[in-house]
């Protein structure tokens, strides 16, 4: 018998196939992991967009001017084309907080995101300041008043509520409320 020389064509066959399933698994798994790295990325964005919400949100409602400050109430709770909107004057925008003319912030459920916008007084040339959360389906705002209990609106002239809080839901899952404490236990909601 001579020696052989080279493959038959069925091995050559079965070596294309096993190459073939082997680039099919390896094209399923890049698509996988490139599909994991878009949603990983997306979900970053989102919780990186409402952590923006919560601190703007928390910075801005824990530096009410002084009631003397402002014309009109301090805090609104109005209705809006899509729900609730809180208004309200703010020192607690830019740093250092406390400081400097009141800004206008409002928080708005617009299209399918919550909003907040904080306005800067005419005097500063200044950008408003802006952040959201999307995909959110509801929105609700209720403030704490001096007697202990939730109300789903406000102004009570000269007052400020004891507590705001807002919360939404988003279409995965309900966000925890941001609850801001504005007055302390017992002071009746006094400036």
Not at 48 to 71: N, Y
Not at 78 to 98: E, H, K, M, Q, Y
Not at 112 to 117: A, E, P, R
């Given at each position: ?37 878009d949603r990983v990325a997306r ?72 909003v907040v916008d904080a306005a ?5 040339q200044t950008p408003v300041r ?62």
């Amino acid at each position: 018998m001579r020696g052989r020389r080279g493959f038959t064509l069925l091995e050559v066959m079965v070596a294309v196939a096993v190459t073939a399933l082997a680039g099919v698994a390896a094209a399923a798994a890049l698509q996988a992991a490139s599909g994991a790295g878009d949603r990983v990325a997306r979900l970053r964005r989102a919780s990186e967009g409402e952590a923006r919400v919560r601190s703007l949100l928390t910075d801005a409602l824990r530096h009410l001017p002084p009631a003397s400050a402002v014309d009109g109430p301090l805090v609104a709770v109005v209705p809006d084309s899509t729900g609730p909107a809180l208004l309200f004057p703010s020192r607690g925008i830019v740093p250092p907080f406390g400081t400097g003319a009141p800004w206008r912030v409002a928080v708005r459920h617009r299209g399918d995101s919550l909003v907040v916008d904080a306005a800067p007084p005419a005097s500063l040339q200044t950008p408003v300041r802006h952040a959201a959360v999307g995909q959110v389906r509801e929105l609700a705002i209720r403030v704490l008043d001096g007697e202990g209990g939730w109300r789903p609106d406000w102004p009570i002239a000269g007052r400020v509520p004891q507590a705001v809080e807002v919360a939404w839901r988003t279409t995965g899952a309900v966000a925890p409320a941001v609850r801001v404490w504005l007055a302390p236990l017992g002071s009746g909601g006094a400036p």
